[in-house]
């Protein structure tokens, strides 16, 4: 993990830490069990980096919904921090509060505020209208894809190498 320090990019990224721990959460290396790995070999680091390949134009709709869910449970791991399953409204508050750190005029009780509101709006998708007792407990990945519905994660989140042949045309 100390090897991420020193990456310049990740720096002044304010989920930093969540990027970071993205790499060792076992799930993302697809094991079976849960918790954090000590370290990652050149495998693992190659199965992380495939949650971030571009589409290929020969998929088909089964081969892009499977590329698209791989690319969400990700990111869903990213924020069920407690790995529990769900993600729930603390959860959540940590996320955008370590997004909005940079900004120093919103306040943390603002950024709270937001945090309760998409919590509501998730409500709102997933299960509809609550009665006054009833609790969200959180946002499950089937909820998650719900959200998600409609955004177009598979060129968003993607990274792109330069191929031999381009970096032979920079000399």
Known sequence: KENFDSIPDLEFNPIRG?????????RNLRQESEGLADEINFEDFLTIMSYFRPIEMNMDE????????????FLFHMYDSDHDGKITLQEYRNVV?????????????????IADGAMMEAASI???????????????????????????IETKMHVRFL??????HCY
């Open 62 to 73: 089964e081969q892009l919904d499977r590329f698209r869910k791989e690319k969400l449970k």
């Open 126 to 152: 997933c299960v509809g209208q609550m009665g006054p007792d009833q609790v969200y407990e959180g946002i499950t990945f089937e909820d998650f894809l719900k959200m998600w519905q409609g955004i177009d």
């Open 18 to 26: 969540k990027i970071v721990h993205a790499f060792f959460d076992k």
């Open 163 to 168: 191929t031999m042949e381009t970096i032979a």
């Open 97 to 113: 509060e370590e997004l909005l750190s940079g900004n120093p005029h919103l306040e943390k009780e603002s950024a709270r505020s």
